[in-house]
């Protein structure tokens, strides 16, 4: 059932392959470790997970178990996100639960899983589970995927900078 | 889909009703007030909510988006939960997650419902559901039900002395 895909490869593909779930895929022009420490090094989360917006890092304890807390500052206003870890298994894979101020209570769980292409690119593969049909379709609609998409150009520009 | 029941009025009725769902009924002798502070107020919490262990009551921001964390010292070792509300209806209602510190990144939702009896007794209504039927069962097969009961055994006992 999938409802949206992009020939760009500047965007990410998106779908709905079953029930509660989003599937995600985006290619990076970076090593692997490099998009990894974007996601798991404080100083590195702050300059992109917020679409380019001030991005305060709260927490990041990443580790089973461990807490993250992120609070963006953008021009509509101030928009908290926190979880934990469930497992983090370096360079290679992160699941976390994932929950936005705005609707404190029904927490996602995300599973991100870095693929090294082999040709000095990486593939984020996203897959996202809800509780409800209800929730996913609530976050699809809230402009998720517009803003993955400036995020995720966010990171483009940083891995540029980065070595 | 019904797997057990309890004729005794002192064990907590435990169902499956749906996919991914559990369903606890129990009837307290004291009246709404008094049971509703017990779930709220966290020196009354930390006397029951621990089967009868030492429990420390670290957060207790009983208001949609606040969190708990309660952290029970059992003898068989230092066990912390936590979770987030999602609604707060005084007298009435709670709906909040709930996550054990030994399965980090997998919580469920549970809906306490608090029904006045008319006689001064008071009937908690408890659903829960998780991201999967696993999740559930496991938490069936850790010992849930055995600990359910000791806790509100335990509750039983401070209701008698509260006035």
Request: one cysteine or more; hydrophobic letters at 35%; aromatic letters at 10%.
């Amino acid at each position: 059932m999938t409802t949206s895909t992009h020939e760009s490869p500047r965007k990410a593909s998106i779908s709905k392959p079953r029930d509660r779930e989003i599937h995600i895929e985006r290619v990076f022009n970076a090593p692997r470790d490099r998009v990894w420490r974007c996601f798991t090094e404080p100083e590195l989360v702050a300059k992109w997970w917020g679409r380019g917006n001030k991005l305060v890092v709260e927490k990041l304890e990443v580790r089973r178990g461990g807490h993250w807390r992120f609070v963006e500052h953008s021009p509509d206003g101030v928009h908290g996100f926190e979880g934990r870890y469930r497992e983090v298994t370096p360079q290679t894979r992160l699941v976390y639960t994932f929950e936005w101020d705005g609707m404190p209570g029904h927490p996602s769980v995300e599973t991100a899983v870095f693929e090294d292409l082999g040709d000095g690119r990486t593939k984020i593969v996203n897959d996202t589970l809800f509780f409800t049909n209800e929730e996913r379709d609530g976050m699809m609609s809230a402009g998720m995927e517009s803003g993955l998409n400036e995020s995720y150009e966010a990171l483009d520009r940083l891995l540029a900078t980065i070595s």
